[in-house]
């Protein structure tokens, strides 16, 4: 008999992205890379990932705009445009903030398709300061018709995700972090995960992505349902509702109430109660670490053990 | 003359199709600016087919400059490429032809536009398409304003295209002068320092628009500064 060996994930999302981009040049001839500078680097970085040396491999099918992020985005509508399957990357705030417009026009408004991937997530480089973070890039999207948005939570998840991506042709956003939950879950693109069951009736509290650990350990003592989420976009409203519960705890990695009108239009027709909690709409001025920040929001086990028992006790 | 579908039009037809636009008898230079440009790629300067506008071969146009797009359309109506009578819902609930055009609403239309600064860099895009496909026919066409330029997306695509020496490229903008602060050096200057060939011509006269829209320029993209009336 065989011996059977283990094959090791992806250490981390940024793994897992080189990886399933060498998986998607290999399998479609069709699909591109765009950068903006952000990237190139670690395509090129030879001997740490199995397709070391990705960029010259397929040379031809990365395109390196240069500091250029509005141009990044016209570009790849314009091979969109041509038929192929673009891919473009780049810290959130470069790749969704600042070319915001080229984005709704180039490709919400002309109907095309393409895989946005970002890392940062709200402020994994804290230390940078403001300019690096962006906790507002899933609501921005949200705001363009027909965008499928994925937060990960884990390496595995993101591969499963970005593979997923890869495989379709519509607008895909997939939001890396290196904020990470220990392990992954068998996610499947575009439903929720019930990670924990309560009794019936009880609150349920939605962890999107790297959330969930901090969420488990603040409600270890709960009565709660726990869905896990790491698609938002479309929202996955009947999940929810066969929980049937009528106070729900949104707990989003960037601005906290991000799809809370998601959660109100699965409940339409069912009185409840909800509660937001992530990143709060502020400059908040300080430097430090991921930690540091998500504790500062109240994030932390400790701060979403304190919010969520308040707002259950409340009733 | 009555309007109708099958009538081989002219350049001097396209007055009166306008008036089924705008039911005004006259329109003014200002409003047409980019009327002889456009009207000369089509008659005489694009590779393009009304019975298969989406042709894979054909040259691309970008109307970028999104704005006045009454001109526009009534070349693409004389050339087969729209219905006569589309032109009389113009701007209406339910027309294809609205006052900034979108490509999916007409299949002859390869964007939407009117927020300005966007055509140039899909240009890019769709010729960077065309060389993955190994297809070195295809031109793209890409009409924006000298107003536009201010645009600062633009100018990433310009200096983009000159690096990667996109021969199949070609800008052509309108320049009537309606820059706020205009362009000190000239605007050909500022994409000949980006590797650009250019001509600076009289944007109303059809041989001196089909010669600089097909003279050669190997190796790098061309710019053709079509001067009109001032704004």
């Known amino acids: 008999m065989p011996d059977i060996v283990s094959k090791p994930g992806p250490a981390t999302m940024r793994d897992a992205f080189i990886e399933s981009t060498g998986r998607m040049l290999e399998n479609n001839p069709n699909s591109v890379v765009v950068l903006a500078d952000i990237g190139v680097s670690q395509f090129k970085e030879a001997g740490l990932f199995r397709y070391a040396g990705l960029s010259d491999k397929f040379s031809d099918r990365f395109i390196n705009v240069g500091i250029r992020e509005q141009l990044m985005v016209g570009v790849a509508a314009g091979l969109a445009k041509e038929g192929f399957r673009p891919l473009l990357h780049s810290y959130a705030p470069f790749l969704v903030e600042r070319p915001y417009e080229q984005i709704k026009i180039d490709f919400a408004h002309l109907g095309l398709g393409g895989i946005f991937v970002s890392v940062g997530g709200s402020f994994d480089t804290a230390s940078s300061g403001r300019t690096h973070q962006a906790p507002g890039d899933v609501g921005l999207l949200k705001l363009l018709p027909d965008f499928e948005i994925h937060v990960p939570g884990h390496a595995d998840e993101a591969a499963v995700l970005l593979d997923d991506a890869a495989a379709g042709d519509g607008r895909v956003y997939v939001r890396l972090s290196e904020d990470s939950n220990a392990s992954g879950r068998p996610v499947v693109p575009g439903k929720f995960h019930v990670e924990r069951q309560g009794s019936a009736g009880a609150p349920a509290v939605i962890a999107v992505g790297p959330m969930l650990d901090r969420v488990l350990e603040a409600t270890a003592d709960l009565d709660v349902t726990v869905l896990y989420a790491t698609t938002v976009m479309p929202f996955d409203s009947w999940t929810l509702r066969d929980t049937g519960a009528t106070e729900i705890v949104l707990v989003e990695p960037y601005l906290l109430g991000t799809s809370a009108s998601e959660v109100s239009g699965a409940l339409h027709d069912r009185p409840h109660r909800l509660l937001s909690l992530g990143v709060r709409n502020m400059e908040l001025r300080n430097y430090g670490t991921l930690e540091d920040h998500v504790e500062a929001h109240g994030l932390d086990a400790a701060g979403l053990r304190d919010s969520i028992s308040a707002f259950i006790s409340a009733e | ?231």
């Open chain 2, 1 to 231: 003359m009555a309007l109708s579908q099958n009538t081989n039009y002219g350049y001097e037809d396209l007055g009166q199709l306008m008036t089924l636009m705008t039911g005004d008898e006259k329109h003014s230079f200002s409003a047409t600016s980019t009327l002889d440009v456009v009207w000369t790629l089509y008659d005489s300067v694009m590779n393009v087919d009304p019975e298969n506008p989406q042709a894979p071969e054909r040259d691309r146009f970008l109307l970028s400059k999104g704005h006045g797009p009454m001109a526009y359309y009534v070349v693409l109506a004389a050339k087969g490429f729209l219905d006569i009578e589309d032109l009389k819902d113009w701007g209406k609930f339910d027309s294809k032809l609205g006052y900034h055009p979108d490509g999916e609403l007409i299949p002859a239309v390869e964007i939407g536009t009117g927020s300005l600064g966007h055509g140039l860099g899909i240009g890019v895009g769709m010729l960077a398409g065309l060389r993955l496909r190994k297809q070195p026919d295809p031109r793209v066409f890409c009409l924006m304003g000298d107003a536009e330029l201010d645009e600062g997306s633009n100018h990433e695509a310009i200096a983009l295209a000159g690096r990667l020496g996109m021969e199949q490229l070609t800008a052509i903008v309108i320049d009537n002068n309606s820059a706020s602060h205009g362009w000190p050096g000239g605007i050909a200057t500022r994409f000949e320092n980006e590797g650009w060939s250019s001509a600076t011509i009289d944007g109303r006269d059809h041989e001196d628009i089909k010669t600089a829209l097909t003279q050669s320029h190997p190796g790098v993209p061309h710019v053709v500064v079509a001067k009109v009336e001032e704004k």
